[in-house]
């Protein structure tokens, strides 16, 4: 890790819905221009982890963390206003759904304009030059006719593509997506991840890709964080932490994937499920459901040393 | 291991008895619904019975009231206890007469037209629209006019004011079964038009025509009243609660009671029915959908 | 939008004419026979009878009469009254107007006030607010309107004298009638304080119309808005750095309203029935009293104009939102 000021450094970040830990202490630290993947399932808190991040977490959900900095400011010790400067112009996020993730009753256009608008000052004829130049970033055919169209009258790839757009409006030095191809089509999947590679290398925007799809981690990330049940339980370089995963769960995540299942009647999967609420285990998480949990998994919780958070490593000799 | 899941109405019944409000209006109401009931009995009084010597008395709290008349009197010395209460049958087996009256020709109607989309549905839902394009009161004028006022007509009237709501209703619920693929399977199975709407639709499509149902209930009550104040509903000397508010109006100042009592009890019975409405909405609509 | 609106007229054909035939037919199905009830006479000798039986072409077939009644309709003739011998078209013109104004105002007031309580109760929602104002709103749903009225009168115009009991201005003033609506005669007029009595006078009774509309307004838009406070974009919109006002106002607010606005074209419904019974309370001299003196006298050719009217009235309001609803809903309209 460089020294200097990172571009995201979150240390101990809790989030609880009432008597739900969504997220549970996680630490998290971002350089700029850097591509960072968070895989886990749904309900391991790796949105709820960025959402906290962007200042989206709404009652009754109650964040706290011991820093919280972007840009080597502390998000959680700004006033409303100056928060508000700096979420959709210096770190924006894209949302998995695009169609209702836009607003319906007005042309994409005027959603872009609004982002220049606010942030930028830009406004008339600026404005719409500014939107049209997005609209082609994002490779979007026919810009002028389409600035003018309404979300439901756009397909699916091109929703996302205004999401994008809109996003990097005031381009911004991180940007979050959450599941943005989920929805998609394979080869739209394809062309928008191609897009995101490419917006990232190009103006050195650090990129956060949230996602449950290993395929996508591999091929656009630089380094992966994997969550469980709202901690984050291995960190580490892509093509490494593929090769030889150390935490039984991301060991899990690579066995179940249909590639390395060839010829076996039945994915391997981790018997068990994710704990909810009520019934979170006093030890490590997974110890339950974890093939190589001794007494000491089941009564302690394991710190995270040295990127893994876990007493028994895979692929460690045993002490 | 969990239990077996309670039935569909159980769990329906438990979430409408979570809603204080609508519990509380239950029990307003059948206490309304007992009164009127038990009329003739409670009534101290023959409603209609003139006490020429008593007229205009003021409730037995008030200077000058008694015992004898514990609600007071109206203009013409009759009992207001009395005519509320037998004025509460009046109001409550109207709405319950024009709903059934409403609902029963009107469903049918609604699942004949869902079932002939491209023959019935046309001509029965087109007929629909005109009674529609008239608010129900003035079509409920229109009907009194042709018909002549009264209390058997006063029914029928807002039953027909009614009933192009409930074979809207029972044709769009009844539409958006019969796409669903249990439909289908049974009449490949060979189920006959009259066992798919009644055996297989029908008991699907309740949910929002039980809801319309209570709240037609309300708007029968207030749509009575507000033909008796007119003087095109019930008739004097029956003791409609719209009808006592007629002739109550000159005597607004000096005998406020005669005014304040009889709208009280249109409000209290209009609300509670509305209240309980509101509470089968939210207990009913997505339990039984989900049971199908 | 011209293709729309054609569109939607020719489908109200069928219903407007089934509306006229059921204006048409109404006096026709009134017990009696229709001559002496045209003629407000009984006991017409056989000679007088065939000669108006001639005059007002009853003797012809149905079918023809049907076709007579609609050629009429469509050349302004709405009959004659059988009470006061004039064109019930004259006596429309002069109190179409003070029913517009009346259920106008209740409409307005109706909907500022029933966005502005929903709005803040869904704000804050499950606050005493919230509860106080959706429970006032459940009553002022179930209340009698006339009743209420009644209530009214009592406390402000008998107890407290603050609004006047009846009629549109006070007596003293004589305002030449210009549009027929108080409120811009009053002005045009130029008398010092007539304006001032019209609006005391039209308080009391807007009041009393809006109230059930505005207690539906304010649900609809509570509910509305709760909904649309869930959705996606709405967090976009607060992942753009907006601030919450505009998120509210321009994000939320605009799509809430959409179906806050069919509400409303069903409501005209409910106040011109409302309005028959608010015009008999404050003695409002507009088309509704007009329509219920007329049934007590049996003046049935104006109960006929009346209630056509009344439909026409309602299918054209409802007409009128709906071309709304197709620019206020952008996924109404058809694709590019």
Redesign the interface.
């Known amino acids: 890790m460089s020294a200097g000021t990172a571009l995201v450094d979150i240390r101990g970040l809790t989030v609880d819905f009432g008597s739900l830990r969504a997220v549970d202490g996680v630490d998290l630290r971002l350089e700029a221009g850097e591509r960072l993947g968070i895989v886990g399932e749904s309900g391991s808190g790796k949105s709820v982890t960025m959402l906290a991040l962007?200042q989206?977490v709404g009652a009754p959900g109650v964040v706290r963390a011991d820093k919280l900095e972007f840009l080597g400011r502390d998000l959680l010790e700004l006033s409303a206003r100056e928060?508000?400067?700096?979420?959709?112009?210096d770190m924006?996020?894209v949302?998995q759904?695009a169609l209702?993730?836009?607003?319906?009753?007005?042309t994409v256009g005027a959603q872009i304009a609004?982002?220049l608008r606010?942030?930028l000052g830009l406004r008339g004829a600026a404005a719409r030059a500014r939107v049209l130049e997005l609209l082609e970033l994002v490779e979007i055919p026919d810009a002028k006719?389409r600035a003018d169209?309404?979300p439901?009258?756009l397909s699916g790839g091109m929703n996302q593509r205004v999401?994008i757009a809109?996003a990097i409006a005031c381009s911004p030095r991180l940007l979050i997506a959450d599941e943005p191809t989920t929805a998609l089509d394979v080869t739209i999947q394809a062309q928008i991840m191609a897009l995101l590679l490419r917006l990232s290398t190009e103006q050195g925007m650090g990129l956060v890709m949230i996602t449950h799809d290993l395929a996508v981690v591999a091929e656009l990330t630089q380094r992966v964080a994997v969550m469980y049940a709202g901690q984050l339980v291995e960190e580490g370089a892509v093509p490494a932490l593929f090769d030889a995963p150390r935490h039984p769960y991301t060991e899990a995540l690579l066995a179940a994937i249909p590639e390395h299942n060839r010829g076996a009647a039945r994915l391997q999967a981790l018997p068990g499920i994710v704990p909810g609420a009520h019934d979170r285990p006093a030890g490590c998480l997974l110890a339950p459901r974890c093939a190589y949990a001794v007494e000491r998994c089941r009564a302690e919780r394991p710190p995270l040393a040295a990127g893994v958070r876990c007493f028994l490593p895979r692929g460690e000799p045993k002490p | 291991m969990a239990a077996a899941p309670a039935s569909p109405w159980r769990e329906s019944w438990r979430s409408f008895a979570a809603n204080r409000g609508a519990l509380a209006a239950l029990g307003v109401f059948a206490l309304i619904a007992l009164a009127a009931l038990l009329a003739p009995w409670l009534a101290p009084h023959d409603p209609v019975l003139q006490y020429r010597d008593h007229m205009l008395a003021p409730p037995m709290w008030a200077d000058g009231g008694s015992r004898a008349f514990p609600l007071g009197t109206d203009e013409l010395g009759r009992d207001m206890l009395s005519r509320l209460l037998w004025g509460g049958r009046i109001s409550l087996g109207l709405g319950l007469a024009s709903v059934l009256l409403s609902m029963l020709p009107g469903v049918l109607l609604g699942l004949v037209a869902a079932f002939h989309q491209h023959a019935l549905a046309p001509v029965i839902m087109r007929v629909m629209d005109v009674m529609l394009a008239l608010p129900s009161l003035l079509l409920a004028i229109c009907v009194i006019t042709v018909l002549g006022p009264g209390l058997a007509n006063t029914a029928i009237a807002i039953a027909i004011g009614a009933l192009p709501g409930f074979t809207r209703l029972a044709r769009a619920a009844a539409l958006a079964e019969i796409g669903r693929d249990y439909v289908t399977a049974s009449r490949l199975a060979g189920a006959g038009t009259g066992r798919l709407m009644f055996a297989a639709v029908l008991p699907n499509c309740m949910a929002p025509l039980i809801v319309n149902a209570s709240l037609s209930f309300s708007s029968a009550i207030l749509s009575a009243a507000g033909l008796g104040f007119l003087g095109l509903g019930v008739q004097a000397p029956l003791a409609e609660w719209g009808t006592m508010l007629a002739t109550a109006r000159d005597y607004m100042e000096r005998a406020g009671w005669v005014v304040t009592l009889p709208g009280l009890a249109i409000l209290v019975s209009v609300l509670a029915v509305n209240l309980i409405g509101d509470g089968l909405r939210d207990a009913l609509d997505p339990k039984l959908k989900r049971a199908a | 939008m011209l293709q729309f609106l054609f569109k939607r007229l020719a489908a109200l054909l069928p219903t407007l004419v089934g509306v006229t035939l059921v204006a048409f037919g109404l006096i026709r199905l009134v017990p009696g026979d229709p001559i002496e009830i045209m003629m407000g006479e009984r006991g017409l000798d056989a000679q007088t009878h065939a000669e108006v039986a001639h005059r007002l072409g009853l003797d012809r077939p149905l079918w023809a009469q049907y076709l007579h009644y609609v050629n009429q309709l469509v050349h302004g003739d709405l009959g004659q009254s059988l009470v006061s011998h004039a064109p019930v078209a004259d006596e429309f013109k002069v109190l179409f107007p003070a029913t517009v104004e009346l259920a106008g105002f209740a409409l307005l007031l109706a909907i500022v006030l029933g966005l502005l309580l929903g709005l803040l109760a869904s704000l804050k929602r499950g606050s005493w607010l919230d509860q106080g104002v959706m429970s006032l709103a459940t009553i002022g749903y179930s209340i009698p309107v006339f009743w209420w009225g009644l209530i009214l009168i009592m406390f402000f115009s008998v107890d407290l004298s603050w609004t006047p009991v009846a009629g549109r201005i006070a007596v003293e003033y004589d305002v030449p009638r210009v549009t027929g609506f108080m409120l811009v005669d009053t002005l045009l007029s130029g008398e010092p304080g007539a304006f001032g009595s019209a609006v005391s006078h039209l308080l009391l009774p807007g009041l009393v119309l809006g109230t059930s509309t505005l207690a539906v307004i304010a649900r609809m838009t509570r509910s509305s808005m709760l909904e649309v406070l869930r959705e996606d974009y709405v967090r976009t919109a607060r992942a753009k750095g907006l601030s919450s006002t505009r998120v509210l106002v321009v994000h939320a607010l605009r799509n809430a309203l959409i179906p806050v606005l069919t509400v409303v074209g069903l409501q005209t419904g409910s106040l011109l029935a409302g309005a028959v019974l608010t015009e008999t309370i404050f003695s409002w001299p507009g088309i509704g009293k007009w329509l219920i003196d007329a049934i007590s006298r049996r003046d049935y050719p104006v109960v006929q104009a009346g209630i056509l009217i009344s439909a026409l009235t309602f299918i054209a309001v409802n007409l009128g939102v709906d071309l709304l609803y197709g620019v206020v809903n952008p996924r109404m309209r058809s694709n590019h």
């Open positions: 962007m989206l928060r508000r400067a700096v979420i959709g112009r924006a996020m949302f759904d209702s993730a836009l607003n319906p009753s007005y609004e982002v606010e942030h006719r169209a309404y439901h009258q999401m809109m």
